[in-house]
């Protein structure tokens, strides 16, 4: 009898142990999506920033927040959003060891403009996932993945759609500004539309 309730209590025990570390870890992937999701945000709101700046950073004398100045020269000055979210994205991964970077496919026989940028496997699922009708618009996607043995990381990404302010470099190539089918940048246009996805950006994240 004693034996047995030995046992009983052994078992007890380790559903109790288990059922702590399954809180514990819940707990930890919980963490893990919320610095996820506020780090991805963050970035996405200073792109955001760039963009809507992007006509003041190439207009000379022009001001943050003030008319752009008439018959002032324009020029590209070297930087767009999706370039400065690849450095931003290097820089802190050099300081942190979580990469973040904007991942995408381009579009029809166009691909990403750097291959930087070209989604993994990993990503290229979630891409696809991204474009049914049926998953939520704008709304993340994270879990677990493992990378060996011994080593696992946090992974998530969250999608980003044409905006008004994408079209300038996006949009129609019929609206080219050197009337080559390029942007202002040198790249060709991708030819997107409002609302359609144009690609995400993906954190990976070490667990320690």
Not at 45 to 66: M, P, R, S
Not at 70 to 75: D, F, N, R, T, V
Not at 167 to 194: A, V, W
Request: overall charge positive.
């Amino acid at each position: 009898m004693k034996n047995v309730v030995r046992k009983i209590c052994f078992v007890l025990a380790l559903a109790t142990l288990g059922l702590f570390f399954a809180k514990d870890c819940q707990a930890q992937m919980y963490d893990y999506e919320r610095m996820s999701s506020a780090f991805v945000n963050m970035l996405d709101a200073a792109t955001n920033y760039l963009a809507d700046n992007f006509e003041v950073i190439n207009t000379n004398k022009a001001k943050v927040g003030e008319p752009l100045p008439k018959g002032e020269l324009y020029s590209y000055k070297g930087i767009n959003p999706e370039g400065f979210a690849s450095m931003v994205g290097k820089e802190f991964a050099k300081k942190t060891g979580i990469t973040i970077k904007f991942v995408s496919q381009g579009k029809d026989k166009l691909g990403p403009r750097s291959g930087y940028n070209k989604p993994d496997k990993w990503e290229a699922e979630q891409l696809k996932k991204f474009t049914k009708i049926q998953y939520p618009k704008g709304v993340g996607y994270g879990e677990v993945e493992l990378v060996s043995d011994y080593n696992m990381v946090y992974r998530y990404i969250y999608p980003l759609y044409i905006d008004h302010k994408c079209l300038q470099c996006h949009g129609d190539p019929k609206r080219s500004p050197t009337g080559d089918g390029k942007d202002i940048t040198g790249f060709p246009m991708e030819n997107f539309k409002l609302g359609e996805l144009s690609g995400a950006i993906s954190l990976t994240f070490p667990i320690e």
